[in-house]
C-alpha cells in the first residue's frame, strides 16, 4: 500500500514538472502610424501611456527613472493589470529607452515569476502610399509555463494588436495637444 502511495505521489510530481516547465513563445508584429518617428517615440517610451495603450493595464506607478550621458532612459514602474480568467495582480518592469537607435525594450517577470516577459519596441520612419510616417514593430519573448501557454500568448498577441491600434488613435489625440500631453518629458 506505502508503495502504491509513493508511486502515486511520484507520478503526480512529474506531472506538475511537466506542466509547470517553461516554454518560449515569440511573436512579432509591425503596424504603420502617420506620425514621424520622434513623437511616436516619445509616447511609447513613457510607461504612463501604458493606461491609455495596453487594454489589460489598469495604472503605472513609476518607482525609479534616470537618462545615462547617451540619453539612454532607464525605468522602473510597477503594472497593475487585469486579465480575464486569472484576476488583478501587479508585477515590476524595467524599459529603456534609446532615443538614438529608437527603440524601447521592456522586461517583466508577471504572475509571481511564472511568465517573463520581454518586449522590444523598434520604431523606423516609413512610406506608406504617399503618406510618411513610422512603423512600429513589436517582438516579443516571453516564457510561460506549458500548462498557460495557449491562454497566456494568445492574451499576448491579442492586446498588442490592440496597443498598436490605440496608438494610432492615441497619436491623433497627441498631435493636436502636445504641449498638453506628453506628461514624461517635463524632467
Not at 509547470?20 to 506620425?35: A, C, R
Not at 516577459?117 to 510561460?144: P, W
Amino acid at each position: 500500500m506505502l508503495s502504491y502511495i509513493g508511486l502515486i505521489g511520484a507520478s503526480l510530481a512529474v506531472i506538475a514538472y511537466i506542466l509547470l516547465q517553461s516554454t518560449e513563445v515569440n511573436f512579432q508584429q509591425k503596424k504603420f502610424i502617420g506620425h514621424d518617428p520622434d513623437s511616436v517615440f516619445r509616447v511609447l517610451k513613457d510607461p504612463n501611456y501604458l493606461t491609455d495603450l495596453h487594454p489589460l493595464v489598469r495604472s503605472i506607478y513609476v518607482e525609479s527613472q534616470r537618462i545615462d550621458a547617451r540619453d539612454i532612459e532607464y525605468r522602473e514602474f510597477i503594472v497593475t493589470e487585469d486579465v480575464r480568467h486569472v484576476g488583478v495582480f501587479n508585477y515590476t518592469a524595467t524599459s529603456l529607452a534609446d532615443p538614438h537607435r529608437l527603440e524601447i525594450n521592456t522586461k517583466a517577470a508577471v504572475m509571481h515569476g511564472l511568465a517573463h516577459v520581454n518586449v522590444t519596441q523598434r520604431l523606423t520612419k516609413a512610406r506608406e502610399g504617399s503618406a510618411v510616417g513610422t512603423m512600429v514593430e513589436v517582438t516579443a519573448k516571453m516564457h510561460f509555463p506549458y500548462v498557460l501557454v495557449g491562454y497566456c500568448n494568445r492574451t499576448a498577441v491579442e492586446s498588442h494588436i490592440q496597443l498598436l491600434k490605440n496608438l494610432e488613435m492615441l497619436m491623433e489625440f497627441v498631435s493636436g495637444n502636445e504641449n498638453d500631453i506628453l506628461v514624461g518629458d517635463e524632467e
